[in-house]
């Protein structure tokens, strides 16, 4: 079973997590890897609906495990509840008695369906920190839609800023809306969890799929907000920055981010390019003549290799890097420094490697103080029986499972 006691800021804080797809699991994850103790409540026989997301799914044939699933549930128990039974609502309603965090991503009105509406939750316990998640908002003359990232993506504006021109919309190619709700949740939980501390009241924690996409537009949204003008699609170029994008070399694309003046001298000697050009003399100028910028550094990066242009330029100081394929990123070694993979034990699958935290902990001495070990994202109902006991149940309690 995942350590109660695991270390981390967030140890000692129990989140019952009644989330499944992306969202929810995602926060619930970032939590865990705080050292929270995540118990993942799941529909039985069939569990979270990520776990037959695929492929590709690993694993023996008779029990096989999506890869999908794994991206978004290290560190979690599995509790299998039946909801809709007495004796499933009963064992939720321990658990939240002892929980710090409740999170759920059902459609606005399924909780208080369920019997665990606000005044309910406030019952059992008045101290609970609640992170609900939804696809467009909780009210609002749209508030009960159901929230997929691909609608949210398009409906929120992204897929109009994505993509090789304002005529081919694109999606970003992992469910962002998904992934930044899950975020924006973890660390409203976080800032909720901390006014506790303060206040000893329990906090309501609401976003969506679509302020989730809203609140990344940044300098796209103040351009119509305050500008006035309509955000386009602009490639693998940035529309305010110039050079600032992927270019063609002899052999593949390199990028190049040239954010001031005198980046773009530097970046200029190194193509043997005039850096007084009066097209190109400021950022303004060069954003205005942005096709004849490309054009003119496209003609002298086809003479040499992407890795020899690499080179030159970062020892002139000028921001370029390679377009890496995930297996190029896997195995690079300053991912693997930073500790963006980690192996975990897994029942089925032995030993595999995941994606890993994205946040460092260390003490100002430099002694590391975030989660010591991480565990595998778990078999559905794995830690039933533990749990039940736990609780005061008996490990034979099928219904409710």
Do not use: C
Request: glycine fraction near 12%; charged fraction near 20%.
């Amino acid at each position: 079973m995942t350590e109660p006691s695991a270390s981390g800021p967030l140890a000692g804080t129990l989140v019952v997590d009644l989330s499944r797809a992306l969202a929810g699991p995602q926060a619930t994850m970032m939590l865990a890897d705080m050292g929270a103790r995540v118990i993942k409540v799941e529909t039985p026989g069939t569990g979270d609906d990520s776990r037959q997301w695929g492929p590709p799914f690993v694993g023996p044939e008779d029990e096989p495990v999506s890869t999908y699933f794994l991206s978004a549930n290290r560190n979690k128990e599995s509790l299998q509840l039946d909801l809709k039974s007495d004796t499933g609502r009963t064992a939720l309603a321990r658990l939240l008695e002892r929980a710090d965090v409740l999170v759920e991503n059902f459609r606005p009105g399924v909780l208080d369906r369920l019997g665990f509406g606000l005044p309910r939750l406030e019952e059992l316990n008045p101290g609970l920190v609640v992170l609900s998640i939804s696809g467009f908002g909780h009210d609002g003359p749209e508030g009960g839609r159901a929230g997929y990232d691909q609608i949210a993506q398009g409906e929120a504006g992204l897929m109009s800023l994505t993509g090789p021109s304002p005529d081919r919309p694109t999606r970003v190619g992992v469910p962002i809306g998904d992934l930044l709700a899950g975020m924006y949740g973890a660390f409203g939980v976080a800032a909720a969890l901390a006014d506790r501390a303060r206040t000893g009241r329990g906090t309501v924690v609401r976003t969506s799929l679509l302020a989730a996409i809203v609140g990344v537009h940044a300098f796209q949204g103040t351009r119509w907000t305050v500008a006035g003008e309509v955000p386009r699609a602009s490639g693998n170029h940035h529309p305010a920055i110039a050079p600032y994008g992927a270019f063609t070399a002899q052999d593949g694309i390199i990028q190049v981010a040239v954010g001031n003046d005198a980046q773009w001298r530097a970046m200029a000697a190194v193509l043997e390019l005039d850096p007084d050009d009066a097209r190109f003399r400021s950022g303004r100028d060069r954003v205005a003549h942005r096709p004849e910028l490309i054009e003119a550094m496209e003609e002298r990066l086809a003479h040499r290799p992407a890795a020899e242009w690499l080179a030159l330029l970062a020892a002139a100081g000028v921001p370029s890097g390679k377009v890496r394929t995930l297996d190029e990123v896997y195995t690079w070694e300053q991912t693997l420094s930073q500790g963006l993979v980690v192996d975990v034990d897994h029942p089925t699958l032995g030993t595999v490697q995941l994606p890993g935290p994205p946040l460092r902990l260390e003490t100002l001495a430099g002694a590391p103080a975030g989660r010591a070990r991480h565990s595998a994202p778990p078999l559905l109902g794995q830690h039933d029986d533990e749990i039940l006991r736990w609780l005061g149940g008996t490990p034979d309690q099928e219904e409710g499972r």
